[in-house]
């Protein structure tokens, strides 16, 4: 910006350094609450119970943890598939919509999203419990004659879950989709592309930055999950942040505890900077 | 766009399909509110009998009060410095001119990404550390860093709006830069401020992680409480406190979407930031 | 505006060849209607095959509406389109096998500029080794050969635009439509391109339907143009015949510049002529008329009229008073006060030896008697 005058160029000078002292108390208040203790927590999975690497062998040994973290990232996958599936159509459809329909249809998207997690896998549980509506709904009609054990189990834990990550994979799918210039389709249209087509060839590749973003979102929001499969899962569907839970605050073993929460965290960070590198590219969707 | 048949029928298939949708996403929230009500001291559904008891029973219970009280207690100091500490770090970000201001940005925001257990685990020592751990000071202080990105992301939408065109302006006027911030730049971000601090408080008020770690009996907190009967038996009252809790969300709801009228750049970012922070409870 | 000028093209191809190039165009009743409001009054328009043809007026005039009908992405609410005698109203877009260029030449950002100008055909689903024999004779046409692997963001203004006219003609459409192709591109640039597009024209011999509101544009471009007020078609003809012979008082004062003068009363005086009373009291001379109402309007282009200290010998004089005068590229405009209060306009060549005359002085305005030109005034 060019302001008249050297006076005005050092108060543009001064005014943006301000500013960016501003960001000293908020950055040591991160710093000792958020990445020193990160931080304490790899270190602790290297020095405890003694010095070493036996934390680690344990993880990745015999033992059943690998399989829950392996577990944990099949999880987090399939639900990401799942919510991808779903979302993209009910994305394109909110997408076209305008003005009030809009406002409605946003509002029925986000009021899930801000009902408790808590309180929506409890009612997740009211639905698969033995009494719960399903088995309730499945022998009234019919199909079966006693109740069904689904609580705990896989089919809970993703309808539960994808019900939970959905709006996360809607937002950002919504906000791509809305940034798609409307003249181009019409172009394709011009151009001989009949509707499949078109979809195909212009909609699709042009919404995929938002794909990839909500994405990455879920994935890694799945990857850490804890109420969800704790709740509806059980000990066939554990995952990693519920076994982390467990091992730190019931059996005590921390060394443990952070050695897996040290491995989450390192798929998690990797999964992280890929969603950052895909947010640079597509200026569309919010900045984080 | 001119609509042949063979357009239109995909279209009825997609509006059925998004109504089944929308159900499947509202189902549980709605199905609670039906227990809550329900006249046996089991749940079953469909419920039997109506009967406003376990609401009567919350009422009285003061270990529910308390836990109610202690999100409050918790959730409003929390919610409290996230707004101070967010504001001053949108503000470095957005007007700073950082040269490394998308890797500001990036560990900013990382509280909200990462999976609060590891946080937790982390924050505990270092809370016992300081002497803070079960008191109310520590889980504040850990519901403020979760709650520090939402609003960061909520008032740098909201600096984003306008140009900084505005506060050099204001400053070739004569404002002093305290001066420029109380007549320019807070007036033009204080929406995208309450609407952060709600998003902070709600975040706080329904995260599980941090309480289950850091609070003790005497500083649970609603969720953790939640999180305890869940475990060890299931009444109606637990979906009436859910009911409680739906409904108090809505009017955050309600208030967020007030605020957020007047920053539109917030409507995406903003729902999505704190439910993000509320499911990695 | 000076009077229109023509572009001399490249005679690239005999009058025959560009009739069977292009499509003939006609539309009968066409209108749209948004409930009580008509975007567009029926309509009738006839488009010979291989011209190039204007469509020019203010916004909200109709013009983009007709372009859309046309296209396929409004559904008119009467009439037909018939493109080289059939009726296309019932075909979707793609189905039409038009041409279009956009405003904002909407290239696909995720392909490249060969992609884009291959989209069409891939959507005719035409042989490999053809669509790269085809995209490199447009690439070639449009002279951007050896920029075939850039994306659009990759390009200039002026560049994005000869790739939309390359995508949009690859598969030899017999109409093109152009929806204000060069509005984003700056006064230089806007220039060249108009070049461009005639030579383009002359080089694929298609009709083109081009959308404009820059009258000048249109008017140097057009074999024929009409001009579209508030939904209906005031006039069509060459650009000189509207200038020289505008039909309402609309479309005099739409092209060009123009003094308008509304007419009291007319007496007939020998040979052949018309003796004009005009209401500001000004009193001229024109040719016979052969329609003439007395509702009428005179009107005399500003490059019409001479000015000069001394009275001159010529059939229309009068005396006025400079109140203003304005360098314009290659102009002089002139504002003079005359009887009555009314402000003529008056716009002289600017060349080295000219003698530029101040504000104030007393001047005589002269110009001939063909140069009173009566508008009928609907």
């Known amino acids: 910006m060019a302001l008249p005058g050297e006076a005005a160029g050092r108060r543009v000078w001064t005014f943006q350094r301000g500013n960016a002292l501003l960001l000293l108390p908020p950055g040591l208040f991160l710093i000792v609450f958020f ?33 829950v973290l392996w577990t ?90 994808v019900h939970i990550m959905l709006p996360f994979m809607i937002l950002p799918l919504v906000a791509s989709m809305r ?92 999964i992280y900077l890929l969603y950052l590198k895909l947010m640079r590219r597509d200026a569309s969707l919010p900045v984080r | 766009m001119s609509g ?3 357009n239109r029928i995909p279209s009825y298939a997609l509006a059925a399909f998004v109504t089944l949708f929308f159900a499947y996403l509202l189902l549980p929230s709605l199905i ?86 590891i946080l937790a685990i982390g924050l505990y020592p270092v809370m016992l550390d300081l002497g803070l751990l079960r008191g109310y000071l ?55 401020i309450a609407g952060g601090g709600i998003l902070a408080f709600a975040a706080s008020f329904d995260e599980l992680m941090l309480a289950l770690f850091l609070t003790g009996t005497g500083t649970r907190t609603l969720p953790r409480l939640i999180w305890e009967q869940l475990n060890d038996f299931l009444t109606p009252i637990v979906a009436a406190v859910a009911t409680l809790i739906f409904a108090f969300s809505l009017l955050l709801l309600a208030m967020l979407a007030v605020f957020g009228r007047a920053t539109r750049s917030m409507q995406a970012s903003l729902p999505l930031a704190s439910a993000e922070a509320s499911a990695r409870g | 505006m000076a009077e229109p000028r023509t572009i001399e093209a490249q005679s690239g191809r ?8 292009g499509a003939s165009l006609r539309l009968e009743a066409i209108e749209k209607r948004y409930g009580t409001l008509a975007a567009l009054e029926p309509t009738d328009l006839e488009v010979r095959p291989g011209e190039f043809f204007g469509l020019i007026g203010p916004s909200g005039s109709g013009k983009s509406t007709l372009l859309g009908m046309i296209a396929g992405f409004v559904p008119p609410s009467g009439g037909r389109i018939l493109l080289n005698g059939a009726d296309i109203v019932g075909l979707p877009p793609y189905r039409r096998n038009l041409g279009m260029v956009f405003q904002n030449y909407a290239l696909f950002p995720h392909m490249s500029v060969a992609e884009n100008i291959a989209f069409p055909l891939r959507m005719r689903r035409l042989e490999r080794g053809e669509i790269e024999a085809r995209v490199a004779r447009m690439l ?5 050969a050896g920029y075939a692997e850039r994306t659009p963001a990759q390009l200039s203004g002026g560049q994005q635009q000869r790739v939309a006219l390359a995508r949009a003609a690859s598969y030899d459409p017999t109409l093109l439509l152009m929806d204000e192709p060069l509005g984003a591109l700056d006064k230089n640039l806007r220039e060249e391109m108009q070049y461009e597009i005639k030579r383009f024209h002359q080089a694929i011999g298609a009709t083109i339907l081009y959308v404009t509101h820059d009258q000048d544009e249109a008017a140097t471009m057009s074999d024929r143009i009409a001009i579209l007020n508030h939904g209906r078609v005031m006039q069509v003809g060459r650009p000189r015949e509207l200038y020289e012979s505008p039909a309402s008082r609309f479309v005099a004062s739409f092209l060009g510049e123009a003094n308008l003068f509304e007419v009291a009363a007319v007496s007939q005086t020998p040979p052949m002529r018309l003796l004009v009373e005009t209401k500001d009291g000004l009193t001229l001379s024109a040719n016979q008329h052969p329609q003439l109402e007395a509702d009428a309007i005179v009107c005399v282009r500003p490059e019409a009229i001479q000015i000069a200290k001394n009275a001159g010998a010529a059939a229309n004089v009068i005396s006025g008073q400079v109140i203003d005068v304005v360098y314009t590229a290659g102009s002089l405009r002139y504002r003079v006060e005359v009887a009555g209060g009314r402000i003529v306009l008056v716009r002289r060549p600017l060349q080295r030896q000219s003698t530029v005359i101040e504000v104030g002085s007393p001047v005589y305005l002269s110009w001939d008697v063909a140069d009173t030109i009566l508008v009928p005034n609907p």
């Open chain 1, 72 to 161: 944990t990232i099949e999880v987090a996958g399939l639900v990401t598939l799942l919510c991808l599936l779903l979302a993209y159509p009910l994305a394109y459809f909110v997408s076209r919509a305008h003005g009030r329909r809009l406002k409605l249809l946003m509002i029925f998207v986000l009021v899930p999203l801000w009902t408790s997690v808590v309180i929506r896998s409890f009612g997740w549980m009211i639905v698969f419990q033995r009494q719960g509506v399903l088995n309730e709904a499945l022998q009234s009609l019919g199909l079966t004659e006693a109740p069904v054990t689904f609580l705990p189990g896989p089919l809970a834990v993703y309808v539960g879950m």
């Open chain 2, 138 to 192: 520590g889980v504040i202080i850990g519901h403020a860093v979760v709650g520090l990105p939402l609003v960061f992301v909520s008032v740098s939408a909201a600096l984003r709006s306008y140009s900084p065109a505005l506060e050099l302006a204001a400053m070739t006027c004569g404002a002093s830069p305290l001066r420029c911030f109380l007549h320019v730049t807070f007036p033009m971000i204080r929406m995208g």
């Open chain 2, 32 to 117: 609670i509110v039906p227990m809550s009500f329900s006249g046996q001291s089991f749940l079953s559904f469909p419920p039997s009998g109506f009967s406003l008891r376990w609401y009567q029973g919350l009422a009285a219970d003061i270990v529910w009060r308390s836990a109610a009280a202690n999100s409050f207690l918790i959730g409003i100091p929390a919610a409290f410095i996230a707004v101070v500490l967010g504001t001053l770090s949108a503000l470095a970000v957005e007007r700073g001119a950082l040269r490394w201001s998308m890797t500001a940005m990036a560990l900013i925001v990382a509280p909200m990404m990462l999976p609060h257990v």
């Open chain 1, 179 to 270: 940034g798609i210039d409307r003249t181009l389709l019409r172009a394709a249209d011009v151009l001989g592309a009949p509707p499949y087509r078109r979809f195909l060839e212009v909609f699709l590749p042009l919404s995929l930055p938002g794909v990839s973003a909500g994405v990455a979102l879920v994935f890694m929001t799945s990857l850490g999950f804890f109420i969800t499969p704790a709740l509806l899962g059980g000990p066939r569907m554990l995952m990693a942040a519920v076994l982390i839970e467990e091992k730190a605050n019931v059996q005590l073993d921390w060394g443990l505890a952070c050695a897996l929460a040290t491995t989450l965290l390192l798929i998690t960070t990797a």
């Open chain 2, 4 to 6: 042949t048949l063979g």
């Open chain 1, 35 to 67: 990445f020193w203790p990160l931080l304490r927590v790899v270190v602790r999975s290297f020095v405890e119970p003694q010095l070493g690497l036996e934390n680690y062998a344990t993880v990745f040994g015999a033992g059943p943890y690998l399989r």
């Open chain 3, 140 to 144: 070639e046409i449009v002279r951007l």
């Open chain 3, 14 to 21: 005999a009058a025959e060849e560009v009739e069977r190039a």
